[in-house]
């Protein structure tokens, strides 16, 4: 399988606090990757650095083989509206649009008719099990139903890679189990990677492989967990 992102090498000083000291991860396509490791050992620095949202002082982020930490700002923030989905915890819907807005919002901040990107929009929702709750704002969806339409929202692109933050962060366990595996299943179904920080032993165990993180370095990282 191809390597759609790879870190390497990859380090980041606050400073005198070492977050990363000299990473190197890869994930292929259709990989799913969860980031474990203690508080702040570097989880959030990782994810955000392999998004390109921080900088590194030192190592490369690539994708697809192309170098991305040395784009303009600009062409950065293009790549990842483009190229990169991202689900966090939680307080990423826009509570004033209703769920087919949110989800078609990426698609209209490149320039897609508003019809048209609510009708693309619209299709993710039965993948996701949310038939029915097109027009339902998110202050009338469930945790579990808000963070599938922020999942749907990160998939409308068609991304290279998903981001996730600590997504079940804020729910029971029996909604993070299922949102974990609808989240896991419909990117790799879209072809997407899926790099995923979390706290939780269950969620992470959802993805093919486990990277543990300590004092900003790799301490484990295992094989292929998943079929
Ligand atoms: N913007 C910043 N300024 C200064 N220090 C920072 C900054 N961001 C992170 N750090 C420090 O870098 C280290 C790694 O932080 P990071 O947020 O990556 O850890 P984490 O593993 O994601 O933690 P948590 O599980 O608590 O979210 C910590 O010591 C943190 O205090």
Known sequence: MNTVLAGRGLTKKYGSTTALDGVDVEVRERD??????????????LLHTLAGIIRPDGGTVLLRGQA?????????????RKRFGFV??????????PAEE??????MLEGMPRRQ?????????????????????????????????????????????????????ALDQATSTEVVRLLTSVAREQGAALVMVTHDADVAAHCDR????????????????VA
């Open 32 to 45: 799913s990757l969860a980031v474990m490791g203690p508080s702040g050992s570097g989880k959030s620095t």
């Open 68 to 80: 991305i930490d040395g784009l303009s700002e600009n062409r950065l923030s293009t790549l990842r």
């Open 88 to 97: 966090f915890q939680f307080g990423q819907l826009l509570p004033e649009l």
């Open 102 to 107: 949110n989800v078609a919002l990426p698609l």
């Open 117 to 169: 990107a609510v009708r693309q929009a619209r299709r993710w929702f039965a993948p996701l099990g949310l038939d029915g709750l097109e027009h339902r704002r998110p202050g009338q969806l469930s945790g579990g139903q808000a963070q599938r339409v922020a999942i749907a929202r990160a998939l409308v692109v068609e991304p290279d890679v998903v981001f996730a933050d600590e997504p079940t962060g």
């Open 210 to 225: 486990i990277l543990q993180v300590r004092d900003g370095r790799i301490s484990h990282h295992s094989q292929y967990t």
